[in-house]
């Protein structure tokens, strides 16, 4: 069974800095894209980043390009959502999912990032 | 970029009944859309595939069509586990978007 944790999620100041990491089980990691998603508290999912199975390429929403950062190591089967300069407004759930175009299967169960002072 | 607007963003409808939920995107996606559902507090999951095909162990009353830029998602016999938001989201090129949601709730 494919099984994704996300984890590193919490409390952090405007202008801080966290990193999300979405340990993977069950799949041969370095096969996949992934990517991350989040949602704010009641609103709907919104699309954050992206990357392919070697790390060589990476992909952004504007909201979030130039202060977060996706990246991946292939022999911890890890996946992380590097972020800084936190706004409030990126305080969401954030999902990590498996990318296999043109669909996200499996994802994770989520982590909360909460940016507030 | 692309944007897709789902039609109800709210339905409310009982055991039994048809839905369908649209998503118009606003531009052509090479019917690269799927369709996720969402229930409180819940992880989103895959129902549906490339406009229309069904994800391996979802039920067959849940089915897709479309092309183009108009793509439906139609329940043919809504079951109490179906109460639920459910999302588009087009893959056909970068940013990936979503829909904004339509809300199933229990007459």
């Known amino acids: 069974e494919v099984q994704l944790l996300e984890s590193g999620g919490g409390l952090v100041q405007p202008g801080g800095s966290l990193r999300l990491s979405c340990e993977t089980s069950g799949l041969t990691f370095s096969s996949h894209a992934m990517t991350w998603v989040r949602q704010a508290p009641g609103e709907g999912l919104e699309w954050i980043s992206a990357?392919?199975?070697?790390?060589?390429?990476?992909y952004y929403a504007d909201s979030v390009r130039g202060r977060f950062t996706i990246s991946r190591d292939n022999s911890r089967n890890t996946l992380y959502l590097q972020m800084n300069s936190l706004r409030a407004e990126d305080t969401a759930v954030y999902y990590c999912?498996?990318?296999?175009?043109?669909?996200?299967?499996?994802w994770g169960q989520g982590a909360l990032v909460i940016v507030s002072s | 970029d692309i944007q897709l607007t789902q039609s109800p963003s709210f339905l409310s409808a009982s055991v039994g009944d048809r839905v369908t939920i649209t998503c118009r995107a606003s531009q052509g996606i090479n019917g690269h859309l799927a369709w996720y559902q969402q229930r409180p507090a819940k992880a989103p999951k895959l129902l549906i595939y490339a406009a229309s095909t069904l994800q391996g162990g979802v039920p067959s009353r849940f089915s897709g069509s479309g092309s183009g830029t108009e793509f439906t998602l139609t329940i043919s016999s809504l079951q109490p586990e179906d109460f639920a938001t459910y999302y588009c989201q087009q893959l056909s090129r970068y940013p990936l978007t979503f829909g904004g949601g339509t809300k199933v709730e229990i007459k």
């Open positions: 990357i392919d199975r070697v790390g060589s390429n990476t």
């Open positions: 999912a498996k990318y296999q175009s043109p669909l996200f299967d499996p």
